[in-house]
């Protein structure tokens, strides 16, 4: 198994090391981020089949529905991807600020923002568990907060640590290098195996957040925030171990 090396850096953490290290879907650091990919289709379609058609991690689909809704077209709505996309930015803007006080220290830096969005995601859960929760409504609109929320946090930190094709939240560039960098295309192929990964991940999270919402909003909901969980006690200690 990849490690990640060593360096001069607190807590031995190398950037450029540890991207190299994490091209190999082997590398724990590539089955962390695709576990948090499969938790993305789960968010996404709590949000979308759940609470009335708007994204929480998808903000380039919400820019979209905003101008749809704008204009009237589709009965599309208009607050709720506005609610998103301010949640989503404050999230990503504290995502920054957690990423430039300690995101030179991986291990802490992981922990922290999952330890976000872990507690995020789990009161999500429990305001759908204590709450019916509708479209249109308040007390969407605040799960819608939360969610996307938390996606700000997950994209910056992520951003930071920069490993190709894998922002967990998006899939179009990966699509692109994909088929860009296929020998179809007179490319190489390399990275093909960890851009189907990411796609197979969002592709399957969707189908399970799909299939839980005909029992329960909070079924998905409990899933994400568990899976993120684990993620956090799987990671981090390894992280540390490495360094």
Do not use: C
Request: glycine share 10%.
């Amino acid at each position: 198994m990849s490690e990640i090396t060593t360096s001069a850096r607190p807590e031995g953490f190398d950037p450029e090391s540890l991207k190299a290290a994490a091209r190999s879907i082997q590398h724990p650091l590539v089955r962390a981020l695709l576990v948090l990919t499969f938790t993305t289709g789960l968010v996404d379609a709590v949000s979308f089949l759940g609470l009335g058609r708007v994204f929480t991690a998808n903000m380039t689909g919400n820019i979209v529905f905003l101008g749809f809704g704008i204009a009237g077209s589709g009965g599309l709505p208009v607050v709720a991807p506005l609610v998103s996309l301010g949640a989503f930015l404050l999230g990503a803007t504290a995502g920054g600020v957690l990423a430039s006080r300690i995101g030179d220290h991986h291990p802490q830096h992981i922990a922290r923002a999952l330890a976000i969005e872990v507690s995020l995601i789990a009161t999500a859960a429990v305001l759908a568990l204590a709450v019916d929760l509708r479209p249109n409504a308040l007390s969407g609109d605040i799960v819608i907060a939360l969610l996307a929320f938390a996606m700000g946090v997950r994209n910056a930190t992520v951003r930071r640590i920069g490993v190709p094709d894998l922002t967990t939240t998006v899939l179009t560039m990966t699509l692109t290098g994909l088929a860009a960098d296929s020998p179809v295309a007179g490319g190489s192929g390399k990275g093909s195996v960890r851009r189907v990964a990411a796609v197979l991940a969002m592709l399957s999270g969707a189908l399970a957040g799909a299939l839980l919402l005909k029992t329960s909003l909070v079924l998905p909901l409990v899933a994400t925030a568990g899976l993120a969980l684990v993620t956090w006690l799987v990671y981090v200690p390894a992280a540390r171990r490495a360094v």
